[in-house]
């Protein structure tokens, strides 16, 4: 069983900046797992912010950035705004068409 | 702009069959580079991915729900449709429809990402 991982919760003062990581049970994390990010708040349906490790999409925030850090996806936030606040997932893609989401980080700004 | 809405209903009895259908609008669902994914949160928890579809018909499945999950397609309608047998409270959820696409660059390379969400639908099995 394929595990994927996140920090719990994460804590960051408004202006400053943060960085989720995302880890795989199977090795270190490559472009090869497509790494995407999503935002979620409270009653809300996910919202895609990053695909493929690092590409944004037209309505991503210029302050969220992705990359790879260590074997682990990452997902950066630069100049964090109150209405960050949120869990934020990962999912990555294995080969064999299986989709795995890490189980999710809370941020809270404050 | 490619909208997704979940349908179906809201309770379902231990050991029957969960049915939700996700209508497609603003696109083709016969578009190619796009899978078609049925994601689920159960309360308080995370996402699980349980699986997606092509619009030729081609599925692939979370290994841990294969057994009870089929996912169908219906072109002429615009939509794909979820089908989980054999449920029990564990599979109470809210159940999300999205759109999954791959693009192939130039350099030989492939970007895969999921873009568009439904709103989601809540569903609980009790009797």
């Known amino acids: 069983q394929t595990v994927v991982t996140q920090e719990p919760s994460l804590t960051v003062s408004p202006g400053g900046t943060v960085t989720l990581t995302c880890a795989s049970s199977?090795?270190?994390?490559?472009?090869?797992?497509?790494p995407n990010w999503f935002q979620q708040k409270p009653g809300q349906a996910p919202r895609a912010l990053i695909y493929?490790?690092?590409n944004k999409h037209s309505w991503t925030p210029a302050r969220f950035s992705g990359s790879l850090l260590g074997g682990k996806a990452a997902l950066t936030l630069s100049g964090v705004q109150p209405e960050d606040e949120a869990e934020y997932y990962c999912?990555?893609?294995?080969?064999?068409?299986?989709?795995?989401f890490g189980g999710g980080t809370k941020l809270t700004v404050l | 702009q490619v909208q997704l809405q979940e349908s179906g209903p809201g309770l379902v009895k231990p050991s029957q069959t969960l049915s939700l259908t996700c209508t497609v609008s603003?696109?083709?669902?016969?578009?190619?580079?796009?899978?078609w994914s049925w994601i689920r949160q159960p309360p308080g928890k995370g996402l699980e991915w349980i699986g997606y579809?092509?619009?030729?018909?081609?599925?692939y499945y979370n290994p841990s729900l294969k057994s009870r999950v089929t996912i169908s397609v219906d072109t002429s309608k615009n939509q794909f449709s979820l089908k989980l047998s054999s449920v029990t409270a564990a599979d109470t959820a809210v159940y999300y429809c999205?759109?999954?696409?791959?693009?192939?660059?130039?350099?030989?390379?492939?970007?895969?990402?999921?873009?568009?969400w439904g709103q989601g639908t809540t569903v609980t099995v009790s009797s």
């Open positions: 999205a759109r999954d696409f791959i693009d192939y660059t130039n350099s030989g390379g492939a970007l895969q990402g999921m873009d568009v």
């Open positions: 603003g696109g083709s669902i016969s578009s190619g580079n796009y899978y």
């Open positions: 579809i092509y619009y030729s018909g081609n599925t």
């Open positions: 199977t090795g270190a994390v490559t472009s090869g797992y497509y």
């Open positions: 493929s490790t690092s």
């Open positions: 999912l990555l893609y294995y080969g064999g068409a299986q989709l795995v």
